[in-house]
């Protein structure tokens, strides 16, 4: 997105007579152009960052994790990861210090 210096605003009635010449500014200039309507901004227009190559955050972690990747394993996603006991000195925990009010239980 191009800073407040590139940013130019645009009526919707203007934009769809120059259509054509706003996206060779837009991309030549790297400016962003933002489409108004009524006075109300309805759509932005900005330059491709690249448009060979493809969104730099698609696989941003794959690239993170490098040569690793592969071998990253994803755990069971629909068990529990507390056990009985630990959900129960949870709940004990807190009423102990909020009671069954939900409020903080002065000592």
Same mark, same amino acid.
């Not at 790297?30 to 309507?37: A, G, Q, S």
């Given at each position: 997105?191009?800073? %407040?210096l590139?940013t130019? &605003?645009?009526?919707?009635g203007e934009f769809? !007579? %120059?259509?054509? !010449? =706003?996206? #060779? *500014? =837009?991309? !030549? %200039? ?5 489409? &108004?309507?009524?006075? %109300?901004? =309805?759509?932005q227009? =900005? +330059?491709?960052v690249?448009a060979? *190559?493809p969104? +730099?955050?698609f696989g ?9 990747a592969?071998e990253?394993k ?5 068990s +529990?990861?507390? &056990? #009985?006991?630990e959900? *129960? *000195?949870?709940?004990?925990?807190k #009423?102990e210090?909020y009671g069954?009010t939900?409020k903080l239980? !002065?000592?």
């Amino acid at each position: 997105m191009g800073s %407040k210096l590139n940013t130019k &605003t645009m009526a919707a009635g203007e934009f769809k !007579a %120059k259509c054509l !010449a =706003v996206m #060779d *500014e =837009v991309q !030549a %200039k790297r400016t962003t152009v933002i489409i &108004t309507k009524n006075g %109300k901004a =309805v759509a932005q227009m =900005v +330059p491709v960052v690249n448009a060979e *190559e493809p969104d +730099p955050i698609f696989g941003f972690m794959l690239r993170k994790l490098g040569k690793n990747a592969g071998e990253v394993k994803l755990g069971d996603v629909m068990s +529990p990861i507390y &056990t #009985d006991a630990e959900y *129960e *000195e949870f709940y004990r925990r807190k #009423d102990e210090m909020y009671g069954r009010t939900g409020k903080l239980v !002065a000592k």
